[in-house]
C-alpha cells in the first residue's frame, strides 16, 4: 500500500507511514455441563399420579377438536380508547402543508391590478358560499402585499379533520408568521375561514459560553496541513482530497464553487489521538468578474484522528453549531 500525506507533513514533504489495524482474538467458550443422568433403582410412582397427565392431555385435545369442528374464534376484550384511537381516520398532514403552501402564494399575493385574478385563484381554496359573498377572502382590495417566501413551520392537528399550518412567510421584506385552518375529509382539503395574522418567532438568546483553549502542539502541527486540505475540498479533486483523508473516512470537495482564501481562526482542544477541532475558513465565490470580490466566512467541526510522529488526517467534516467568536 502506498503511503499518504497527512495534515502535517503534506507541506513537509515528508511521507506518513502505512496504516495497520490489529485483529482482535476472539477467546474461547467454556465446555458446555454435561446433562444429568438417572439412576437405574429410581421409585414407581403411584399409579393416580401416573394416570393424571394423560387424563388432561385428553381433555386438552378434546377441546381443541371440537372447537375447530364449531369453528370458534378466540374471544378478544373489547377495544378501549387508545385502540378506537388507532382505528380513527388520521390527519392528513402532509397534503394540508401542500396545500397551505399553495394557498399563500394566493392570498399573500395582492394589488388592486391583479384582484380580479386573485379572486379566480382563491375560490378553489375556499368554500364556494365564502367565495360567492367575499371573493377576496378578508381583503379590502386596497394596497399591495407581496410574498417573497414561505415554509411550513408546523401543524397543530386539532381533530381527525381540522387543523391549522402555521406558515412562516417572508411578506415585503418582514418575517411573519400565518395560521391557516385546513379542514379534511377523505381526499379533500380546503381553508374554511381566514388565517390568522401571527407573530414572528422570537430570536432566542444564545447560553454564556466561553473560548475553547486549544492544545499549542497539536495546533502547530495542524496549521500549515489544514490550509491544505481546504484547498483540496474547495475543488483540488477527489484523488487530492484522499490523500488527507484516514483509512474509512468519505468526505466530498465543493467542486469548485468557491476558492480558499485562508483559515480565520483554529481551535485544537487538548485531548488524545482523536479530536474534535473547529475551523473558521473565508471564502470567496468563483466565477465572478467584478474587481470587489465576494468573500465570506464559515466555520467547520472537523474530527481529526493523529497517527505516530504528529501526522493528522480528516475522517469527518461538517457545519458547526459553535456561536461565531467562540473558535
Given at each position: ?259 480558499f482564501v485562508s ?63 467562540t473558535q
Amino acid at each position: 500500500m502506498a503511503s499518504r500525506p497527512s495534515f502535517a507533513s503534506l507541506d513537509s514533504g515528508t511521507e506518513s507511514p502505512e496504516y495497520s489495524v490489529e485483529s482482535p482474538m476472539a477467546g474461547r467458550g467454556a465446555p458446555g455441563a454435561e446433562p444429568l443422568r438417572s439412576g437405574s433403582g429410581g421409585l414407581w410412582l403411584p399409579w393416580p399420579m401416573r394416570v393424571l397427565p394423560w387424563a388432561a392431555i385428553l381433555i386438552v385435545g378434546y377441546r381443541a377438536v371440537s372447537s375447530i369442528l364449531r369453528n370458534e374464534r378466540p374471544s378478544t376484550a373489547p377495544a378501549g380508547n387508545g385502540a378506537a384511537a388507532a382505528l380513527a381516520p388520521s390527519f392528513p398532514i402532509m397534503l394540508a402543508a401542500a396545500y397551505s403552501l399553495q394557498f399563500g402564494q394566493v392570498y399573500l399575493n395582492s394589488s388592486p391590478g391583479n384582484a380580479t385574478e386573485r379572486a379566480n385563484e382563491l375560490a378553489a381554496f375556499i368554500p364556494a358560499n365564502v367565495g360567492a359573498l367575499q371573493p377576496e377572502f378578508g381583503w379590502t382590495g386596497a394596497g399591495t402585499m407581496k410574498l417573497q417566501s414561505e415554509q411550513v413551520a408546523g401543524i397543530d392537528v386539532r381533530s381527525a379533520h381540522t387543523a391549522v399550518v402555521a406558515v412562516i412567510a417572508t411578506i415585503i421584506g418582514r418575517l411573519a408568521e400565518l395560521g391557516v385552518p385546513v379542514y379534511a375529509s377523505g381526499s379533500g382539503v380546503i381553508v374554511p375561514g381566514d388565517p390568522a395574522r401571527l407573530p414572528a418567532p422570537a430570536a432566542a438568546s444564545l447560553p454564556d459560553s466561553q473560548a475553547v483553549a486549544s492544545g499549542p502542539p497539536a495546533q502547530r502541527a495542524l496549521s500549515g496541513g489544514v490550509s491544505a486540505f481546504f484547498r483540496a475540498y474547495a475543488g483540488g479533486g477527489q484523488a487530492t482530497l484522499n490523500r488527507f483523508l484516514a483509512p474509512g473516512a468519505s468526505v466530498g470537495g465543493l467542486g469548485g464553487a468557491v476558492g480558499f482564501v485562508s483559515i480565520a481562526s483554529l481551535t485544537v482542544p487538548p485531548g488524545g489521538a482523536t479530536r474534535g477541532i473547529a475551523v473558521t475558513v473565508s471564502w470567496m465565490v468563483s466565477g465572478q468578474v467584478s474587481c470587489a470580490v465576494l468573500q465570506f466566512a464559515a466555520i467547520y467541526d472537523m474530527s481529526v484522528i493523529d497517527r505516530p510522529r504528529g501526522r493528522w488526517y480528516a475522517r469527518e467534516i461538517r457545519a458547526s453549531t459553535q456561536p461565531m467568536g467562540t473558535q
